[in-house]
């Protein structure tokens, strides 16, 4: 989920700030990102979507090793190599233009420099003679925010988001003030007598998009081990530079690898790592925000809640983000919204924001497995629904200008 261009929500740079005169004495030995950590693995993962394969890809895609995954960056790079490894490993079709990858050119606003970063697609062929020439796509991002140049305690500035998010009620359309922000007391030395300071300096996006790149693969896994696969063919692509404007997505879909026609839907997942009780106020183990699937067509919403309601343990669907004109913009917010603006039905599923939203703080300790396995679950479900039915999505609803802007 890429920030806000007017509202930003917890504000990194105060709250750095502000822990940075702090701690003084700690920032003074702040180092470099670790690269010595964790290698990819291969292989020893269930033909299922478990929470113990979702535990063990998160922990290494959004490792310190990684150092953030600055889209074009050596750590997103040896994030893409794990994705990539994992793809071969399980035979699944490239469907880039140099194999897996799609090289995608990212201009840079001030200096006008161009950074070259990499797309990743692949294909599940479909099984159906006439119908594998039609795509449902499933998309994520893989890249985050990267690292700061200065570390900072990661348990006081937790504590200290924790404190500022609960003060503006855990709620994503409430602003947290300067006022607010002066108001939160931590407790440094109660954080002292449990543990030492840990510095970090890492963005590890474990939530943000790690879970849903994480999601993408294991269904890729599961749709990979099937005896029987669906009859329409399954798109995967992991996006990259989502975090500097979408770019990723708005490439694919201006040069697409596939037939852009043939796509008959997508489904985004952009943050389903969390959304607990503890995390935002209309949270708990059932919530899952759904943002755009009637924009385009009444069907595929339809669709949408039916495969929900036939989960042993259906979510509870919250819509309240796909409103016209909602002042948060999710809607224009994450990947889905270059496959909307050429007419291709869109549901983007999000577990909302919260304290670690943007955040050294986003680290896979702190993902809800149970539900983040649930919630991979039946996208993989929906994702084969759709694969499966007689005719695509009907779109009833007026198609975008794909040259206009995004409206909320
Ligand atoms: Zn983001």
Known sequence: MTLHQTLPRVSRITATALFA??????????????????????????????????RKRLFIFADDSMQGRSAGSAGHDKALAYIVGELT????????????????????????????????????????????AEYVAIGAHSDHVGFARRAVDHDSLRAFNQAAWAA?????????????????????????????????????????????????????ERFATAAVKPRRSILLVWHTAEELGLNGSEWFNDHPTVNRDQIVAQINIDMIGRGTAADVKEGGED??????????????????????????????????FDADGHPQQFYCRSDHYHYARYGIPI??????????????????????????????????????????????????QPKPDPNGRCRQ
């Open 347 to 396: 549901a983007f599923f999000f577990t909302s924001i919260h304290e670690d939203y943007h955040q050294i703080t986003d680290e896979p300790q702190y993902i809800a497995y149970p539900k983040y396995t649930r919630i991979t679950q039946y996208l993989f479900d929906l994702a084969s629904f759709v694969a499966q039915q007689p005719e695509r999505p009907v779109v009833d």
């Open 168 to 220: 503006s009620g855990r709620d994503a359309n409430a602003r947290i003030t300067p006022a607010m922000r002066a108001a939160v007391v931590v407790n440094v030395d109660s954080l002292r007598a449990l543990r030492p300071a840990r510095l970090d300096s890492i963005n590890n996006g474990a939530d943000d998009d790690g879970s849903g790149s994480m999601a993408l693969l294991e269904i890729a």
């Open 21 to 54: 005169a702090a701690f003084t004495a700690l920032t003074a030995c702040a180092q470099s990102p670790n690269t010595s950590a964790a290698q990819p693995e291969r292989g020893g993962y269930s033909p299922s979507i478990t929470e113990a394969d979702l």
């Open 89 to 132: 490993r399980l035979g699944i079709t490239p469907r880039g233009e140099d194999g897996y990858f799609q090289r995608v050119p990212i201009v840079r606003g001030n200096s006008g420099d161009t950074l070259w970063s990499r797309n990743v697609i692949a294909v599940i062929q479909g099984s159906d003679p006439m119908l594998r």
């Open 287 to 320: 919530y899952l925000t759904v943002l755009g699937p009637k924009r385009l067509s009444s069907q595929y919403d339809q669709w949408v809640r039916d495969v929900n309601a036939r989960q042993s343990r259906p979510f509870a669907l919250d819509y309240q």
